[in-house]
Nanobody, 127 residues
Framework: QVKLVESGGGLVQAGGSLRLSCAASGRAFSRYPMAWFRQAPGTEREFVAGITWSVGSAYYADSVKGRFTISRNNAENTVYLQMTSLKPEDTAVYYC????????????????????WGQGTQVTVSS
């Protein structure tokens, strides 16, 4: 079982930056693929960024490529999402997710492919 806790959300003006953190429990953290998703009111949860296990190869949704950076610190059981050049359309609840599969270097972009979820953190970007 993995418990995920997000933090770092808030209100920011367009063009600003935020860094989200996701703290994970469990000694196997470094073996799991991790990802960030987001969900705005009235919409489906959508993939934002993912990172493979261990040293982590990153991949992104086209809508955030070049603006967001996902990274992981396995020693601290934490995954981050650095968000820059934020836009009002980035407003959503952001969720951290983990896939219960060891040592996978594949990219997983669908929410159904993840087994563990955090409670979410609100990001609001004002125009």
């Amino acid at each position: 079982q993995v418990k995920l806790v997000e933090s770092g959300g808030g209100l920011v003006q367009a063009g600003g930056s935020l860094r989200l953190s996701c703290a994970a429990s469990g000694r196997a953290f470094s073996r799991y693929p991790m990802a960030w998703f987001r969900q705005a009111p009235g919409t489906e949860r959508e993939f934002v960024a993912g990172i493979t296990w261990s040293v982590g190869s990153a991949y992104y949704a086209d809508s955030v490529k070049g603006r967001f950076t996902i990274s992981r610190n396995n020693a601290e059981n934490t995954v981050y999402l650095q968000m820059t050049s934020l836009k009002p359309e980035d407003t959503a609840v952001y969720y951290c997710a983990a896939r219960d599969q060891y040592y996978s270097s594949s990219a997983y972009r669908k929410s159904i492919e993840y087994d563990y979820w955090g409670q979410g953190t609100q990001v609001t970007v004002s125009s």
